[in-house]
């Protein structure tokens, strides 16, 4: 399978919501994917924690990014 047209090919999980946090910082985040490891005390260590265990999260997740990233 090729990933030629995935711009999330080779990108972590980490640095998914690294960017995330970045671009959109913590507050919206948890507004776009309410999810309470981003409302309350977030951090990303938490977080990926949470995501790893959580497909439907990180789903999410992994949608914001790939339309945050076109």
Do not use: Y
């Amino acid at each position: 399978m090729t990933q030629t047209n995935n711009p999330q090919h080779g990108i972590t999980l980490e640095k998914m919501l690294s960017d995330l946090v970045e671009h959109f910082g913590w507050p919206e985040l948890a507004r776009r994917i309410p999810i309470q490891c981003f409302e309350k005390e977030p951090s990303i260590k938490s977080s990926l924690k949470f995501l790893r265990r959580t497909p439907w999260a990180r789903s999410k997740v992994e949608e914001l990014d790939a339309r945050m990233r076109r």
